[in-house]
């Protein structure tokens, strides 16, 4: 792990950005494998963001564990590694790179979203959110020769069918169907607004307005609750109305938000 933090914009690094999945998307393609009754996998990729040469030079202090007499020798990096802040991006980068020489097509809505289509009508999709990454497919042997050709690029570690992604528990129905749930998601969020032992009650139809009421003391902690909320229609689509409502306010939420 190197230290990130030391390092400078426009000196040690550039970009950083890192494309992640749209929750539209996520249900897209979760959409597609239950109504085409298509197996979900999950895949892992060992040590995900030390799979691209760096591009600029990078030398760290020598790691606890792994020094030697002469204190004042450094590491040069030949790839990145936990820590860099363009690691991530770096992965997505080579990622990509590798899935194209493939012949997949990146989608243009949602660039992390991989789609490959040939001449026998063998379809894969993959979504790609950093180094998670789930996959569903009409073809079985294909789909293998796809992840020996992968593992030969990348070490994976291991292929399983899908459980847990993001938040989303995936779980399979005796006719094969899964059906989608963030019970765990939604537990730890009411932990955390200290909400786990609040009733229930039927949501409120009161007229929201923006400053008629004291404003509300930590903005930081409304917008990320509201963050989560929203995340959390992707499975409960009822609450969607409501939450829309609450994050208009965001800027400047009051204690009536």
């Known amino acids: ?32 494998a239950i109504t085409q009754k298509w197996s979900l996998k999950q895949l892992d990729v060992n040590n995900a963001l030390i799979n691209r040469i760096l591009e600029e030079d990078i030398y760290m202090t020598q790691p606890p564990g792994f020094e030697i007499s002469n204190k004042h020798i450094v590491c040069k990096l030949h790839k990145a590694i936990y820590g860099l802040k ?33 001449s026998n009508n063998i379809v894969v999709y993959m979504l790609v959110y950093v180094d998670d990454i789930i996959i569903t497919e009409n073809n ?20 399983r069918s899908l459980d847990y992604f993001l938040g ?21 969020l009411l932990s955390k607004t200290k909400m786990d032992e609040a009733n229930p009650i039927s949501s409120p139809s009161c007229k929201l307005t923006k400053s008629r009421y004291e404003s ?42």
């Open 216 to 257: 509300f003391p930590n903005p930081t902690h409304y917008r990320s609750v509201m963050g989560a909320l929203q995340y959390a229609t992707i499975t409960k689509a009822k609450i969607g109305f409501f939450v829309n409502k609450v994050y208009q306010y965001i800027s400047n939420p009051t204690k009536q938000h």
């Open 140 to 159: 079985s042997s294909f789909f293998k020769s796809l992840v020996t050709k992968l593992n030969s690029e990348f070490s994976l570690k291991d292929l």
């Open 86 to 118: 363009q690691a991530p991006r770096s992965w997505f980068e080579r990622l990509k790179a590798t899935l194209l020489h493939f012949h997949f097509k990146s989608s243009k809505c949602d660039p992390s979203f991989f789609i490959y289509i040939d």
């Open 168 to 188: 989303i528990e995936v779980k399979s129905q005796p006719n094969g169907v899964p059906i989608l749930t963030q019970s765990k998601f939604i537990r730890d």
């Open 1 to 32: 792990m190197a230290k990130g933090f030391l390092r400078q914009l426009g000196y040690d690094y550039n970009e950083t950005l890192s494309l992640v999945s749209e929750p539209i998307t996520i249900r897209i393609l979760l959409t597609l």
